[in-house]
C-alpha cells in the first residue's frame, strides 16, 4: 500500500512540474503576434495551469497520507520547509497567471510585457518546485 502511494505522490509531482517545460515554446510562439492563434495559446497556457493545479491537490493528499502510513512526525524539517515552500508557491500561481492574462484581454498590459511576465512566472515556478523536490529527494535535517 505504501509504494502505491509514493508511486501517486511521484507522479503527481512529475504532473506538476512536466506541463509547464511545455509551456516555453508556446510562450515563443505567443510573441508572433498573430491574434487568431493567440487565444489557443492562452487556452494552452490555462489548461498546463489546471493540470499542474490538480496534480498539487494529489501531491498534497498523496503526501499527508505518506506522513500517515509511515509515521513521519510532522516536526521533520525537509517535511515543514516543503510546505513552506508550497504556501508560497500556491500564493503566487495564483497571482502569476490568470491576473496577467486578464491585465491582457483588458487591454491594460501590451503582449510583449505579458509574454515577459509569463515567462518570468513560469521560471519562478520551476525553481520553487525544484526546490521543494530537493528537499522531498535529499531529506536533509536542518534542526
Ligand atoms: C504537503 C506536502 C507534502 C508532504 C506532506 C509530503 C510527504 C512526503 C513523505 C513523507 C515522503 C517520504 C516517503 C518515503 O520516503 O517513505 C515523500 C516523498 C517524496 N515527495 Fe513528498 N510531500 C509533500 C509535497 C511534495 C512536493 C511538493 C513534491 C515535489 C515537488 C514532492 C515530491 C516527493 C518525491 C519525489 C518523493 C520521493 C522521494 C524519495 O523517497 O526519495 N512531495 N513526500
Do not use: C
Amino acid at each position: 500500500m505504501y509504494s502505491i502511494i509514493i508511486f501517486t505522490h511521484v507522479l503527481s509531482a512529475i504532473l506538476s512540474i512536466g506541463p509547464f517545460f511545455v509551456l516555453f515554446p508556446v510562450l515563443n510562439r505567443m510573441k508572433l503576434q498573430n491574434s487568431e492563434a493567440l487565444d489557443s495559446h492562452l487556452e494552452v497556457f490555462q489548461a498546463a495551469i489546471r493540470i499542474v493545479k490538480h496534480a498539487g491537490h494529489v501531491l498534497v493528499v498523496s503526501g499527508i497520507l505518506l506522513m500517515w502510513r509511515g509515521n513521519w512526525p510532522w516536526t521533520t524539517s525537509w517535511v515543514i520547509m516543503t510546505i513552506v515552500v508550497m504556501v508560497g508557491s500556491i500564493v503566487f500561481l495564483a497571482r502569476a497567471f490568470k491576473p496577467n492574462i486578464r491585465l491582457y484581454q483588458n487591454e491594460m498590459i501590451d503582449l510583449d510585457t505579458l509574454v515577459l511576465k509569463l515567462r518570468r512566472s513560469v521560471w519562478m515556478y520551476i525553481f520553487l518546485l525544484l526546490i521543494m523536490l530537493w528537499f522531498m529527494v535529499a531529506k536533509p535535517i536542518l534542526w
